[in-house]
């Protein structure tokens, strides 16, 4: 059974970097053709992909979002983490983690209950 | 970026009728498409992936269709619990979504 659980802080100040962590289980990270994404969700808007890794550490970064966004992985832990800096109100949103499906490069088959993150002062 | 457009924002329907969605990519993304259900406080599920092939355990009733840069979701009957939002991702390069369209109860 797949599962994916995000944690982080619910509340972040203005400019200050958000540190979000995606616990998983039921597969594996380190086999072959896995990877997992963070897509966030801003209330009553639509969603938007934030970043992807993959079983061999290949990153892939939004474009828009690309300077501010880092993802990385800890195997051994079933764990990824993505951090966000120089957070602002309009980041508020819930973010979730997600499988991707196998061999489609970004089909999600399984997400997170999502965390919603919300900044301000 | 590959822009998304899903059309209509709204759609309303009666139960037991089709409902028809619709999905430009403001490019070619082949075949590389998806759609997404989503109800209130709830994670998007995967009903469609590769335009038309539906995922594990989604009814029959849903069905996908197009290629290039038009894309269609059809619902056949619709059940009280398929009333929700339904998104359109293009993964062609690399992904984007498109806005959504909110299906109510006619």
């Known amino acids: 059974q797949v599962t994916l659980r995000e944690s982080g802080p619910a509340l972040v100040k203005p400019t200050q970097t958000l540190t979000l962590t995606c616990t998983f289980s039921?597969?594996?990270?380190?086999?072959?053709?896995?990877?997992v994404s963070w897509i966030r969700q801003p209330p009553g808007k639509a969603l938007e992909w934030l970043a992807r890794?993959?079983?061999?550490?290949?990153?892939y970064y939004s474009t828009s979002l690309k300077t501010r966004l880092t993802i990385s992985k800890d195997t051994s832990k079933n764990q990824v983490v993505l951090t966000m800096t120089n957070m602002d109100p309009v980041d508020t949103a819930t973010y979730y983690c997600?499988?991707?499906?196998?061999?489609?490069?970004?089909?999600?088959?399984?997400w997170g209950q999502g965390t919603l993150v919300t900044v301000s002062s | 970026e590959i822009v998304m457009t899903q059309s209509p924002a709204t759609l309303s329907v009666s139960p037991g009728e089709r409902a028809t969605l619709s999905c430009r990519a403001s490019?070619?993304?082949?075949?590389?498409l998806a759609w997404y259900q989503q109800k209130p406080g709830q994670a998007p599920r995967l009903l469609i992936y590769?335009?038309?092939t539906r995922a594990t355990g989604i009814p029959a009733r849903f069905s996908g269709s197009g290629s290039g840069t038009e894309f269609t979701l059809t619902i056949s009957s619709l059940q009280s619990e398929d009333f929700a939002v339904y998104y359109c991702?293009?993964?062609?390069?690399?992904?984007?979504f498109g806005q959504g369209t909110r299906l109510e109860i006619k």
């Open positions: 997600a499988r991707i499906l196998e061999d489609t490069a970004m089909v999600i088959d399984y």
């Open positions: 039921g597969f594996s990270l380190s086999t072959s053709g896995m990877c």
């Open positions: 890794i993959d079983w061999d550490d290949d990153k």
């Open positions: 490019q070619s993304v082949s075949s590389n």
């Open positions: 590769g335009a038309s």
């Open positions: 991702q293009q993964y062609n390069n690399p992904c984007t």
